[in-house]
């Protein structure tokens, strides 16, 4: 089994940093991608930026130059550095791994249970 472990939510003002961090451990083969989700209140899950193992990037365009997302492949664990934080960026943040349980096995989707993120003054 894999359990993906996230952490780093929490209120912050307009303007302001956090970073957010994804641990995933259990059965784990081989991670194809790691990446963030968001989902506001009354809104559907939207992407956030996604890491693949080869090292290219995809960020929504409005995080595009405020947030990073990075890896750190030793330990399983992805992180995202939020900056410039402003109101309509509060939301549920969820970690998604896409990884690989067995060699020649089937690619399997995993999510965190989500880390909510508040911004206000």
């Known amino acids: 089994q894999v359990q993906l472990v996230e952490s780093g939510g929490g209120l912050v003002q307009p303007g302001g940093s956090l970073r957010l961090t994804c641990a995933a451990s259990g059965s784990i083969f081989s991670i194809n991608a790691m990446g963030w989700y968001r989902q506001a209140p009354g809104k559907e899950r939207e992407l956030v930026a996604v890491?693949?193992?080869?090292?290219?990037?995809n960020y929504a365009d409005f995080v595009k130059g405020r947030f990073t997302i990075s890896r750190d492949n030793a330990k399983n664990t992805v992180y995202l550095q939020m900056n410039n934080l402003k109101p309509e960026d509060t939301a549920v943040y969820y970690c998604n791994v896409v990884l690989r349980t067995m060699d020649w096995g089937p690619t399997e989707d995993y999510w965190g249970k989500g880390t909510l993120v508040t911004v206000f003054p």
């Open positions: 890491l693949n193992s080869g090292g290219s990037t």
